[in-house]
């Protein structure tokens, strides 16, 4: 529920957005990014290991992309699973 001041809803801005991979057998499907392009969510599995990396230019991304991050550790990537359709 949205959060309310004085009995009044306060309208939430969501800028979330959900990379769906295409299935070649990886452990994870899609990753849920908030509004800075953080991972905040991975599933079905290995969400301790992607939650907290950071997608670069999530915005400039298109389905049958394959992008570049920074892992929790602060070192570049190349997801080699191309996207296969994203939700903003």
Same mark, same amino acid.
């Given at each position: 529920? +949205?959060?309310? #001041?004085?009995?009044?809803? %306060?309208?939430?801005? $969501? &800028?979330?957005?959900?990379?769906?991979? !295409? &299935? @070649?057998? =990886?452990?994870?499907?899609?990753?849920?990014? /908030?509004?800075?392009? #953080?991972?905040?969510?991975? =599933?079905?599995? =290995? /969400?301790?290991?992607?939650?907290? +990396?950071?997608?670069? &230019?999530? @915005? !400039?991304? $298109? +389905?049958? /992309?394959?992008?570049?991050?920074? $892992? @929790? $550790?602060? !070192?570049?990537? &190349?997801?080699? #699973?191309?996207?296969?359709? %994203?939700?903003?």
């Amino acid at each position: 529920m +949205a959060p309310r #001041y004085r009995g009044f809803f %306060i309208p939430q801005k $969501n &800028d979330n957005m959900v990379l769906h991979f !295409e &299935d @070649k057998g =990886q452990d994870f499907l899609f990753w849920k990014l /908030d509004e800075h392009g #953080y991972v905040i969510d991975c =599933q079905p599995l =290995q /969400d301790w290991l992607w939650v907290g +990396a950071k997608v670069i &230019d999530p @915005k !400039e991304l $298109n +389905a049958g /992309d394959r992008f570049r991050f920074l $892992n @929790k $550790n602060g !070192e570049l990537r &190349d997801c080699i #699973y191309p996207i296969e359709r %994203i939700e903003r």
